[in-house]
Antibody, heavy 126, light 107 residues
Framework: EVQLVESGGGLVQPGGSLRLSCAASGFTFSSYWMSWVRQAPGKGLEWVANIKQDGSEKYYVDSVKGRFTISRDNAKNSLYLQMNSLRAEDTAVYYC???????????????????WGQGTLVTVSS | SYVLTQPPSVSVAPGQTARITCGGNNIGSKSVHWYQQKPGQAPVLVVYDDSDRPSGIPERFSGSNSGNTATLTISRVEAGDEADYYCQVWDSSSDGVFGGGTKLTVL
């Protein structure tokens, strides 16, 4: 059974930092792209970042570029999201998701989030 | 940036058919995926690649995609289908894109 368990959320002041973790089990972690998706309170889903199996390719939504860093440790079956310079608008539940990627000539043309964790809440407030 | 437009809400009586649309420029050229999210829970994939169902998802859930509109169809709606539904695509310029979500109410 695929399981994704996020941790590391909490209350942080604007401008602060936080590192989220996602522990994966039930599948061969190193064989899959992984993603972070967030959901602000009462709002819809927003894709945040993707990382390739070996960590060699990373993609970010424009609003977090230069502030967030996605990474992974395949030996530990773990996914991470380092969040710096946090803003109030980053307040959200952050979900870890397994991604099934279709690429054509090195370009992603489709991305399916087929399994999701239960999420961890990040609150940015003074 | 690429935008997906969903109706905020759809209401349907039990046993009837619910259709939730997802509009986007030439969305028929993209692979569309649909997620169900019940209150307080994580999203669950219910349809992928326009019309395929993951294992464990009832045949009552189906999808189609053509032109500028993709549609999630839920046949013989049950009370347990009440949830928010999101469409999603990958776009070359916007990367991961979700629709704004549709709240399905079972009357």
């Amino acid at each position: 059974e695929v399981q994704l368990v996020e941790s590391g959320g909490g209350l942080v002041q604007p401008g602060g930092s936080l590192r989220l973790s996602c522990a994966a089990s039930g599948f061969t972690f190193s064989s899959y792209w992984m993603s972070w998706v967030r959901q602000a309170p009462g709002k819809g889903l927003e894709w945040v970042a993707n990382i390739k199996q070996d960590g060699s390719e990373k993609y970010y939504v424009d609003s977090v570029k230069g502030r967030f860093t996605i990474s992974r440790d395949n030996a530990k079956n773990s996914l991470y999201l380092q969040m710096n310079s946090l803003r109030a608008e980053d307040t959200a539940v952050y979900y870890c998701a397994r991604a099934r990627i279709t690429m054509v000539r090195g370009v992603i043309i489709a991305c399916i989030f087929d399994y999701w964790g239960q999420g961890t809440l990040v609150t940015v407030s003074s | 940036s690429y935008v997906l437009t969903q109706p905020p809400s759809v209401s349907v009586a039990p046993g009837q058919t619910a259709r939730i649309t997802c509009g986007g420029n030439n969305i028929g050229s993209k692979s569309v995926h649909w997620y169900q999210q019940k209150p307080g829970q994580a999203p669950v994939l219910v349809v992928y690649d326009d019309s395929d169902r993951p294992s464990g998802i009832p045949e009552r859930f189906s999808g189609s995609n053509s032109g500028n509109t993709a549609t999630l169809t839920i046949s013989r709606v049950e009370a347990g289908d009440e949830a928010d539904y999101y469409c999603q695509v990958w776009d070359s310029s916007s990367d991961g894109v979700f629709g704004g979500g549709t709240k399905l109410t079972v009357l």
